[in-house]
């Protein structure tokens, strides 16, 4: 499914990977993708390009679930690719979602899971931003805009847990 992207999230003009794979917008970058008034923060995000002759790229980020109750991050969207999962075990999809605990945090780090952004359109290059968004029971959807940082070079280093 292919959803609707803002030009516009969070205050940050970010880019969105249409069908055709042109970027739309300016692309500042971003450490933060939320504030911590959310009940969701997600930080630390990036996206390592398909490595060729590979078409997938692999969304890594830190999800902070704030508030008193668990949360289940239950799908994944992203419009620079055909397919979008969630891969926390490794390559098989997570059909019931992943929970987050109260309090507690699900953190995607190279070799301990990442979103998958399968049949991606167009060159993701440095300098970049995907937009994917989060959808949670609780929370709802979570938009979060990722730098595509390629392999080799400095990733974004994820804030604290918010207190
Ligand atoms: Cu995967």
């Known amino acids: 499914?292919?959803?609707?992207?803002?030009?516009?999230?969070?205050?940050?003009?970010?880019a969105a990977l249409g069908a055709s794979?042109?970027?739309?917008?300016?692309?500042?970058?971003?450490a933060a993708s939320s504030t911590p008034t959310d009940p969701?923060?997600?930080?630390?995000?990036?996206?390592?390009?398909?490595?060729?002759?590979?078409k997938n790229a692999a969304a890594y980020f830190t999800v902070y679930n704030t508030t008193d109750?668990?949360?289940?991050?239950i799908s994944v969207e992203s419009g620079a690719g055909t397919d979008t999962v969630l891969h926390t075990?490794?390559?098989?999809?997570d059909a019931n979602g992943v929970v987050i605990p109260a309090h507690g945090r699900l953190s995607l780090t190279v070799?301990?899971?990442h979103v998958?952004?399968?049949?991606?359109?167009?060159?993701?290059?440095?300098?970049?931003q995907v937009n994917i968004e989060l959808d949670f029971v609780n929370a709802g959807a979570v938009e979060v805009t990722a730098p595509v940082v390629p392999l080799g070079a400095t990733t974004p280093?994820?804030?604290?847990?918010?207190?």
């Open 1 to 14: 499914m292919r959803l609707p992207w803002p030009a516009v999230t969070g205050g940050v003009v970010v």
């Open 21 to 30: 794979g042109l970027i739309r917008g300016a692309v500042p970058q971003s």
């Open 40 to 54: 969701i923060v997600v930080t630390g995000a990036f996206v390592r390009p398909p490595l060729p002759p590979s």
């Open 69 to 73: 109750r668990a949360d289940r991050l």
């Open 89 to 93: 075990s490794g390559m098989t999809a």
């Open 111 to 113: 070799g301990r899971g």
């Open 116 to 128: 998958m952004i399968e049949g991606v359109t167009g060159i993701l290059k440095a300098g970049q």
């Open 157 to 163: 280093t994820p804030s604290g847990a918010p207190s």
